[in-house]
């Protein structure tokens, strides 16, 4: 559970810092990585709470804990689809007016580290998972690979626009990532963990 407690505390902090970064850019990529760990947390606070009620059997039965489950994981789907949507409109929007985002050092410092991050945890949640026989973290392990993914599409769109000056990568990255975000939302329909 500790390496879950981490992945909650991480997505707090990198949401914070990358809302702030695109706030200050102007960056379409940067805001839906950064909205998106907002949801990460609340995924990771749902497979937190699962677990506790596994290990310490309170009362409920496996198919109620079953059920609350799929409930939440529900809704955070539903965020996840209502984000992405917004993303995918905000990115298009901003390639259509042509939006120039400005450079955002915090920015490509905060998503270079996350890159570290998550592929980190993603590797020790698939070592405990297997070591445990643990189905839930086995699937939040595969959820962190694909923020991992996240991180290098919105990588790819921040740093080439500051490198090169191509404006354009920012918005089509947050197009990427809005695609990522719709696909865990998906996992999340299913009740796969997120990241």
């Known amino acids: 559970m500790g390496l879950e407690y981490v992945t909650v505390g ?9 809302v702030s970064a695109a706030a200050a850019a102007g960056s ?11 949801v990460e947390s609340a995924s990771g606070l749902i497979l937190l709470w699962r677990l506790a009620h596994e290990r310490q059997g309170k009362g409920m039965s496996p198919e109620t804990i079953e059920r609350l489950d799929r409930r939440a994981h529900r809704m955070v789907a539903g965020t996840l689809f209502l984000l992405g949507a917004y993303v995918a409109v905000d990115g298009s929007m901003a390639l259509w007016h042509r939006e120039q985002p400005g450079t955002s050092p915090m920015g490509l410092v905060l998503v270079s580290v996350s890159i570290a991050v998550m592929w980190w945890l993603a590797k020790a949640k698939l070592a405990v998972a297997q070591r445990l026989g643990s189905k839930a973290l086995e699937a939040d392990s595969f959820q962190t690979l694909a923020c991992w993914w996240l991180s290098i599409v919105t990588l790819a769109g921040i740093g080439l626009n500051a490198a090169l000056g191509w404006w354009w990568a920012d918005p089509l990255a947050a197009l990427g990532v809005a695609a990522l975000i719709i696909r865990e939302g998906a996992g999340a329909w ?5 990241c």
């Open 190 to 194: 299913r009740g796969d963990a997120c």
């Open 10 to 18: 991480w997505n707090v902090i990198e949401g914070v810092l990358a």
């Open 28 to 38: 379409v990529a940067l805001l839906g990585f950064g909205l998106d760990s907002f």
